[in-house]
């Protein structure tokens, strides 16, 4: 982690962060600026930790920052054409390779999920048609749980990284968090599957969240810059050796994702560009879209190939696309009052749903911490309750008579009407929303001109279950998307309100369900143009756009005022170091200074290896500034910023000389940049590795060529607000804070991203109003 | 201007800007950096001024910098809640407002020229019909060159800037660029009467560009702060006397624009996103999205209203919405390779289109500079050259006879099927197209399932007159839009392609012309995402989405290869000193020193009055910094940058004292935080309003209370690559060179916007090799 990694003192920490030494703290004045030179040891004990899976982990930043020494500079003057257009050509191709695989997974999952599920449902149906009620419910739930065991086990075992949505975490690392295992190659193949067997044992999960997940670590392995252990290097990957590519990557992955898991291309753009980076170009805009344009060739060409009948029970419709256009868009003011009703209504709904997940997750993180074992646990109980909610709901709901203008009772998979216990020529409603897939239901809810086929008090049932199943069901130890349990729930909301509202509105009742589950999301998430772009996909309906927009604005707005967006709650709860893009008002009582940990660790300009050694192993920080002292300079000066990382690789060198003298055209000479390309998370040299005998610990080296000459300083009596919007712009690893007079020691300390969350400012200084 | 008044070698410098005193440069080393400290005397002489409408302006930059100094500091503790939500009201409302104005401006261009044009075509069709040919001509050719005249003498006499398509300024603006005019009241009102005027006389241009143009105007003038003159002053408007919200605001209008040109919300949204916008933040998004919604919401309502018939000529498809969704889209890898085919050659044409247009405006800045009437003749001659061929061409056309099932020939203003000179029964396919409006004449071309309607020898006379005709239009002194014109040579395109490509090809020819646009759009305009969405929103038909994804990014990637967007080669062309989000790679050899201008004016923190005026007499600057000596420090340091307006603030307060003595406690008691927010463009305190006596020259002030303490500062050593990606991120208007060894004088210079031009850096270092 970026500074101590001494710290161990479990959730709490991380959850409430306030759990601080308060003899530590200093003096805190009323005028709010301290200006008092920095002699006590401050140590930022919190937000160095965060919860992945449901082990904690320590938390690393990324560097976004452009690195100015010798030897890169060096290597950017030899960089010949040939390699620029290396670069270019595989810029692209990553962002074809990702939209082709993550294309393939959304397949994969799809054809997996309709077929495994698609069986279950049709052996269930079929017992339950020779009247043999309790085998189907055993056939039913045992299916259920063994498929959610299955993901469970995967969860606990393999990579417990892939539980949950995925959303928050690669969020999270778009932000320049690095936590350790949310993007490997075990947390992918887990999410791949674990999804599979999450969605088709019944659970109220969608398949988005692990599915942008999916396209994000697709990306990440890319980036990687080849493996020697299965020997895949090849010269060109090394270009992709640094955060930022990689971060560009990512982007691509996550907006893949998207495209896959909805076929909305220009969607799953707005959903990179609104909800998961934290930076952006308007270049990435043109390669995300790039990579989610072959995302949809790729589910088109292979919804042609199946339209042949060759991929089993899977039929267009498991990509999700709900066809909402057969009903006629006119609509009235008594419509737009309906409408704005169920906007507010939907945005309270939403933000309550925000609120109960947080709880649940709270306490679900207890049971998930007892080991693997209480996990499966946790899951096979949610998968009994699911399984007894769908089968036996469905026997309260009265036989209803069948329209006579369709074939019903449907004996396919993905029928609108079931019959379940019903008599010949009757259907059940609520077994038509129970017994199907999520995406099969919330196509029924959707479904236009039908405005009869659901009982109010069915839909009021289901209404309630899918809402509190929703609840239950995301943070027990399958990967499981946000997106469709929302959906589903303010799908069958919207319709109940259109239902209620029959005598005075005229909008169709699937309209009314649309415009819920808009409401619903708009409540929860919290996006604008990337939800309304994403429905519009979905439903093939541009003439909705002006009452989509209207929902979400509405609802987002309501939705507003008491908490917020589900990610961002899950990044806060997780206890990952988000960066705000604005400051809060508090922290412009406060400057720089007030902030800065201690004690700094610095360098000469030439130091000693024995002193280096002794630095890295008894501090976790990851960058030491670099000062130049005479004879170097004729002064004390401020040389630059050295990277552990850089060190290491330096040490294991061994470009050691005798006395304190400059070396630098021998390292220049002995390494190329690449050497110092910055290794996959997790990967690198380790401390560990180097071998220093006593005699060499006595010799110098020349830290001049590895040194960041230009970092980012910033004066001690910045305002932190200040600061921290330049931190989080600049996409900072270090940021260092210099003295106002130059009498002073060239730098004051550093500041890096766990110094700017709230837990630590408001534990220093517990006098600062938060919200002021 | 930021620095110098003092220049002013006209427009080749601003064009090709390498103009430059030699013996002013430096020694250039090979090595690629400078490390000498600075003192001969370096001027930043290009790119000071731009060309806006036909003169020649100079340009100021924006303050998007946070200025934390005292006062601001003291007025950030006192704010109150009510405050910050009378602000937050305020940010709605404006949006609010910005949304309704553009629509109404929309739909009141809409109705103003198809009742115009309506009137003109219907007359000329009617004489036609008598068979009074000459007279019609005299009638159509009289009507347009009477309308082109008013546009022009609007243009000429009122608001120069309000010429062209108004795009490229608002990017500048938004950019950072404070160019005089170009968002004046007298520019908003010319720019929507003009535009009326422009398109009415049948000229080749769009209102888009316009559109875009007024509803920045529209928010520019509501971010002024209210009006003394007109007493328009609110104590809330104070809050959005500032840059950044005024950035904001413009932002929304720039969106508001497109989205009332097209009907297009969501791609309102996207196009400022991509095209406008420089700087992004996700909240922005919200807002845009809001206003963009009541766009599309006002509108809506008046086309409900109109329908009713109580507009006039005007009818529903005056605000264009072109229905393609009659024809299926189902296609096979042989449409697949027309359409790549037709994307290449799309993108070339695309190219140049802008190659062209780029030497026509070159010629017509020239004509254009001569004065008003010299203006006014160039469009007359242009208004003639588009009658002519518009009545001219359509007489070397076959009459084609009716297809049976459709009302043909059409005697309403907007018909598919025009008789001309052709006996009953009979109609002329080149008048269908050359005797409409432009938005009717795109429908016809996009109209499907009449694959045979228009001779190829037709399709291809219009489409070179459409190409042409939209180049030699564009630079004309009238509001001209260029999304039409494109959109129309491009649909008679791809038009002519699917025409060609029948034998082979099953896709509609109304589709082939959907797909041409895109391309002539993507070779031109080189957007995506916004795009892809404004031609969605236009067409309704979201399963053509991949095809036009294709379409675009094949032109986009084959036009990049030849030249740049034709706005960005506009705001070149005007020379706006537009920062690239992206460094050039030869400013990595060169460091921040080395473009440094000299020579550095500073004040001390008490300063003498004589002094300060002098500095603001002789030089441009903009801000100065403020260094602190004995006795007020310890030895010199760096207190900060203080603003030429802040300065001009003070010195009217006259808070002088006769020693040299800190008097911060009265300044602060004496001035308001708003007595410093920065005035709209050209208004504020101006140096001659000041009145000084000999007696107060010799007196002191402090400036400490209006110093920001801390501007952003780089060390003189870090590349200029570096440094142009910070001063472009942050949005900075000054930023501080600081030297690296403490022993010097504690500043070494200011970089502006301008000394990060590639005309003054090249101009500086000519041995620099521009593309390495």
Request: some cysteine; hydrophobic content about 45%.
């Amino acid at each position: 982690m970026d500074r101590e990694n001494s710290v161990n003192h479990g959730e709490d920490v991380v959850i409430d962060g306030r759990d601080i030494e308060h003899d530590q703290l200093m003096d805190w004045k009323e005028t709010g600026t301290y200006s008092q030179p920095l002699l006590s040891k401050r140590v930022n004990t919190t937000s160095q930790i965060a919860i992945v899976g449901a082990n904690v982990c320590p938390i690393e930043s990324l560097d976004y920052e452009i690195v100015e020494n010798e030897l890169f500079k060096q290597d950017w003057r030899s960089r010949k054409k040939v390699q620029i257009f290396q670069y270019i050509i595989l810029k692209w191709g990553f962002a074809l390779i990702i939209g082709l695989l993550t294309g393939l997974v959304g397949i994969f999952n799809n054809i997996a999920v309709e077929n495994i599920s698609g069986f279950k449902l049709l052996l269930t149906t079929d017992l339950m048609s020779q009247h043999k009620y309790v085998k189907a419910f055993a056939v039913f739930a045992g299916g259920n749980i063994g498929l959610a065991t299955a993901a469970a086990a995967l969860c606990a075992f393999i990579a417990p990284a892939a539980a949950g949505s995925g959303i928050p975490e690669v969020k999270a690392y778009l932000n320049g968090v690095d936590a350790y295992s949310i993007l490997a190659p075990s947390t992918l193949f887990v999410k791949i599957f674990g999804s599979v067997l999450g969605v088709s044992a019944g659970f109220v999960v969608g398949k988005e969240g692990p599915m942008v997940h999916t396209g994000a670590c697709i990306a990440s392995l890319l980036g990687q810059g080849g493996s020697r252990k299965y020997h895949l290097t090849w010269r060109w990957l090394r270009y992709f050796k640094n955060d930022r590519d990689r971060r560009d990557l990512i982007t691509c992955g996550a907006a893949a994702g998207v495209a896959a898991a909805f076929r909305a291309p220009v969607g799953g753009v707005l959903f990179a560009l609104e909800e998961a980076a934290s930076w952006w170009r308007s270049a990435l805009l043109w390669r995300t879209f790039f990579t989610t344009a072959v995302v949809a060739i790729v589910l088109r060409s292979f919804i042609q190939l199946c339209a042949t009948g060759s991929c089993g029970l899977f039929s267009e419709g498991g990509l999700i696309m709900y066809d909402v256009s057969a009903a006629e868009v006119i609509y009235s003011s008594a419509d737009i009052l309906a409408v704005l009703l169920l906007g507010t209504i939907g945005g309270i709904l939403g933000s309550l749903y925000n609120y109960l997940i947080d709880k649940v997750l709270r306490i679900y993180s207890i049971i998930n911490e007892r080991g693997a074992v209480s996990k499966i646990l946790l899951v096979i109980s949610i998968a009994l309750l699911t399984s007894c909610c769908a089968y036996g709901l469905p026997w309260f709901a009265k036989c209803i008579p069948c329209p006579t203008s369709v074939s019903c009772p449907n004996t396919d998979k993905s029928g609108n009407y079931k019959s379940f216990q019903c008599p010949a020529g009757y259907y059940n409603d609520l077994a038509s929303l129970f017994l199907n897939t999520n995406d099969d239901a919330i196509r029924n809810l959707l479904s236009t001109s039908t405005t009869r086929e659901f009982h109010i008090s069915s839909l009021f049932v289901f209404f309630a279950a899918a809402y509190f199943l929703g609840i239950v069901t995301y943070g027990i130890a399958i990967p499981s998307g946000l997106f469709i349990p929302v959906i589903l729930a303010g799908a069958c909301y919207g319709r109940l309100v259109g239902r209620l509202f029959e005598p005075i509105s005229k909008l169709d009742t699937g309209l009314f369900a649309l415009l819920g589950s808009a409401s619903f999301l708009g409540g929860t998430m919290r996006m604008t143009v990337s939800l309304c772009i994403i429905l519009l996909e979905l439903t093939n309906d541009l003439l909705l756009l002006p009452l989509v927009m209207l929902v979400l604005l509405i609802s987002k707005t309501v939705a507003d005022n008491f908490n917020k967006g589900v990610y961002d709650q899950i990044v806060k709860l997780k206890g990952f170091p988000y960066m705000e893009a604005h400051a809060e008002p508090y922290m412009r009582q406060l400057v720089a200074l007030d902030v800065v940990p201690g004690p700094l660790v610095t360098f000469s300009g030439v130091e000693k290896v024995g002193n280096i050694l002794h630095a890295l192993r008894t501090t976790g920080h990851n960058g030491f500034p670099v000062i130049d002292e005479p004879p170097f300079s004729e002064a004390p000066e401020l040389c630059g910023l050295v990277l552990r990382s850089h060190l290491l690789v330096l040490l294991k060198g061994k470009v050691f000389s005798r006395n304190r003298v400059l070396a630098g055209e021998e390292i220049v000479h002995r390494f190329a940049a690449f050497d110092f390309a910055k290794a996959g998370s997790g990967k690198g040299i380790k401390l560990e590795d180097l071998e220093i005998d006593d005699e060499e610990m006595e010799m110098y080296i020349d830290l001049h060529p590895i040194t960041n000459t230009s970092p980012y300083t910033v004066v001690e009596t910045m305002s932190l607000a200040k600061a921290a919007i330049l931190f989080r712009q600049l996409g900072l690893r270090h940021m260092c804070v210099v003295p106002k007079s130059q009498e002073r020691p060239p730098i004051v300390g550093i500041l890096t991203r766990h110094d700017f969350m709230s837990e630590h400012i408001l534990g220093l200084y517990p006098h600062v109003k938060p919200h002021d």
